[in-house]
T-cell receptor, first 113, second 116 residues
Framework: DAKTTQPTSMDCAEGRAANLPCNHS???????VYWYRQIHSQGPQYIIH???NNETNEMASLIITEDRKSSTLILPHATLRDTAVYYC??????????????FGTGTRLTVIP | GAGVSQSPSNKVTEKGKDVELRCDPI?????LYWYRQSLGQGLEFLIY????????KSGLPSDRFSAERTGGSVSTLTIQRTQQEDSAVYLC??????????????FGPGTRLTVT
């Protein structure tokens, strides 16, 4: 699976948009971009994923650059409950075999009142 | 609906003792994963179960670690002769699996294991 690079930490004011970047310059054509987050003392939580096109769901938006070498997770109106470590993961989706996730150290997002 | 549950939530054991950690996946999810997370670290994959297929044990760190999944549902992770370096949060995740699409993984709250 391709390696990802994320900033170690970020702050965001409550109510503002949080934009979390991720670089994955070695991503291959069949690898998806996934985002998970982990709130303190909880298990990781799926947020969103995409391949080429931008995606949006009730939690966030995912913007993937045209060359797919980087992406940005956008939380449109950050709340205090969004304080967590956010993990960007790229991997293929295999029809067989383990689709285990490799979590790096992620970005620690702190939403400030 | 009910999510992934794990028990116990916390376990303190003495070095050299055996421990069993339990995972109840979401009903209908045929794929089940075990990971562990050491303090301040990312997730480390341990083992994967899919239906009746042989499990993928490629992430198990030593032969002291084993896991089974009975009846395609509940899974138990066993660590024999625990060592202090086994101290971590052990996370279980489950997902749907159709063989064509791969779905997101849902994680349990984890079991915090402390080996003294």
């Amino acid at each position: 699976d391709a390696k990802t690079t994320q900033p170690t930490s970020m702050d965001c004011a409550e109510g503002r948009a949080a934009n979390l970047p991720c670089n994955h310059s070695t991503i291959s054509g069949n690898e998806y971009v996934y985002w998970y987050r982990q709130i303190h003392s909880q298990g990781p939580q799926y947020i969103i994923h995409g391949l080429k096109n931008n995606e949006t769901n009730e939690m966030a938006s995912l913007i993937i650059t045209e060359d797919r070498k980087s992406s940005t997770l956008i939380l449109p109106h950050a709340t205090l409950r969004d304080t967590a470590v956010y993990y960007c993961i790229v991997r293929v989706n295999l029809a067989t075999g383990a689709n285990n996730l490799f979590f790096g150290t992620g970005t620690r997002l702190t939403v400030i009142p | 609906g009910a999510g992934v549950s794990q028990s116990p939530s916390n376990k303190v054991t003495e070095k050299g003792k055996d421990v069993e950690l339990r995972c109840d996946p979401i009903s209908g999810h045929t794929a089940l994963y075990w990971y562990r997370q050491s303090l301040g670290q990312g997730l480390e994959f341990l083992i994967y179960f899919q239906g009746n297929s042989a499990p993928d044990k490629s992430g198990l760190p030593s032969d002291r670690f084993s896991a089974e999944r009975t009846g395609g549902s509940v899974s138990t992770l066993t660590i024999q002769r625990t060592q202090q370096e086994d101290s971590a949060v052990y996370l279980c995740a489950s997902s749907q699996w159709t063989g064509r699409l791969v779905y997101e993984q849902y994680f349990g709250p984890g079991t915090r294991l402390t080996v003294t």
